[in-house]
């Protein structure tokens, strides 16, 4: 099978609008301004703070009922609100205030092809990370201690893309299972959206 017609493929042109979105129509957009200040960078981070609190527990939830989970179902992919509140008191700031809106409606699988669905949208975040951490490095003099989110994920045991979208891929050998998947790939962007859509 070709790359450009794998299932991932398709997942992608049909979440490409939303994706467009909040790169471009999201507070996502300050991390990549030349006027960015610390104030703004925690600002974003609560919103972050917020998706992924709400998204941790289905996630988590669906995985601890599986017998086996397959090995492209890592925690490590959604489990990030951890991080992000280590950076949040690095800059003393409290990611307390920003739970209060976060939802988590339609983010819990009820079939593993759902799981793929989110855990592709939420691995081509940690991708999408490592060009914020850059611009973060050379706008705020950051280190270390303020991207434990936005970091370099080095883990030797968790797959690299192009393994975790072979696997990905393989997970939706039936068209059924795709649909599944392509249905929770957008509702997860929605989440994304409904938390870091609204300006500062």
């Keep these: 099978m070709r790359q450009a017609d794998s299932p991932l493929a398709r997942i992608r042109a049909g979440t490409d609008a939303l994706h467009q979105a909040l790169d471009h129509e999201s507070v996502m957009q300050h991390l990549m301004a030349p006027d960015l200040d610390r104030g703004r960078y925690a600002a974003v981070l609560q919103r972050l703070h917020a998706c992924y609190t709400a998204l941790e527990p289905p996630l988590q939830g669906y995985r601890a009922s599986l017998l086996q989970p397959p090995a492209w179902f890592d925690s490590r992919y959604y489990q990030r609100s951890g991080e992000l509140a280590r950076d949040l008191k690095a800059l003393g700031h409290a990611p307390g205030a920003a739970r209060d809106a976060a939802r988590s409606d339609g983010l819990a699988p009820r079939h593993l092809s759902e799981a793929v669905g989110a855990i592709y949208v939420l691995a081509g975040a940690s991708l999408g990370a490592r060009i914020i951490e850059r611009q973060l490095r050379a706008q705020l003099k950051v280190g270390p201690e303020l991207l434990h989110f936005f970091g370099e994920r080095t883990s ?45």
Excluded: I, S, T
Aim: net charge neutral; aromatic share 6%.
């Design 156 to 200: 030797p045991d968790l797959p690299r893309w192009p393994e975790l979208r072979r696997a990905l891929d393989a997970a939706l050998a039936e068209p059924a299972h795709e649909a599944l998947a392509l249905g929770m790939a957008r509702r997860v962007y929605a989440h994304f959206l409904h938390h870091l859509g609204p300006p500062l």
